[in-house]
């Protein structure tokens, strides 16, 4: 797949000034800006801004941040499963991941979340994928933010629904380690009906991969080694 990215920005009033919400950019672009001390989520402010320049420049990986005149206040990132995770299983070009979206605290109320992810979907290139998210309850910042977890999930699924991603179900173990964990899922009109088909596998791989252990031909257990 060649992954086209078109630019597109959008700037709009808060209560802390204009805000401009644009991408994806290169890691060129980004360089021009500076970027908030307290985008401290993941990691230490500079090497998370690190991170970003190397995903910018992935074939697939997209960038879109939200920001004052020079200064990043917020990102989403898009970029193919890490390898080591089961939803790289598949190699499935058309699914890429919400990796990251992060606000600096603040600028969080002023629907620069939702934003962000409005702004991704722009680009039309976006129905050619499956797009996940995989939320974990212990990545929230519910200290921060004083809310439960519940309505902090609340919240997440409205962001994500700006975007049009939507809890699905699967039987991956981390996720099913906690309710309150889910899976987003947004899948573009121009996805194949065979990359749905392959990517419901993926969601349950656990139940695929015992499904075909089941229908393992009676020469292959024969030849199986023996564990006594």
Do not use: C
């Not at 360089?31 to 998370?48: D, G, M, V, W, Y």
């Not at 609340?154 to 991603?165: F, Q, R, T, V, Y």
């Amino acid at each position: 797949m060649k992954h086209s990215k078109e630019f597109h920005s959008v700037t709009y009033e808060t209560t802390k000034g204009p805000i401009t919400i644009e991408g994806p950019l290169s890691s060129e672009q980004l360089k021009k800006f500076n970027f908030h001390e307290k985008l401290i989520a993941f990691r230490p402010a500079k090497k998370q801004f690190e991170a970003l320049l190397q995903i910018a420049d992935f074939e697939e990986g997209r960038i879109i941040i939200a920001r004052t005149e020079e200064m990043i206040v917020g990102y989403v990132t898009y970029l193919y499963p890490d390898p080591l995770e089961r939803w790289s299983t598949f190699n499935m070009e058309e699914l890429i991941v919400l990796g990251a979206i992060e606000i600096a605290p603040e600028y969080r109320g002023e629907r620069v979340a939702s934003n962000l992810i409005k702004v991704s979907m722009m680009d039309d290139f976006m129905e050619n994928y499956i797009i996940i998210s995989t939320e974990y309850y212990w990545h929230w910042d519910l200290e921060g933010t004083k809310l439960s977890i519940w309505d902090y999930r609340k919240i997440m699924e409205k962001m994500m629904a700006s975007g049009g991603l939507s809890p699905a179900p699967t039987d991956d173990p981390e996720i099913i380690s906690h309710p309150a964990n889910t899976l987003m899922v947004r899948i573009g009109k121009n996805v194949s009906t065979e990359a749905i088909e392959q990517f419901d596998k993926l969601r349950f791989l656990t139940r695929y991969e015992q499904t075909k252990k089941r229908k393992q031909p009676i020469s292959d257990l024969r030849n199986a080694p023996n564990k006594t």
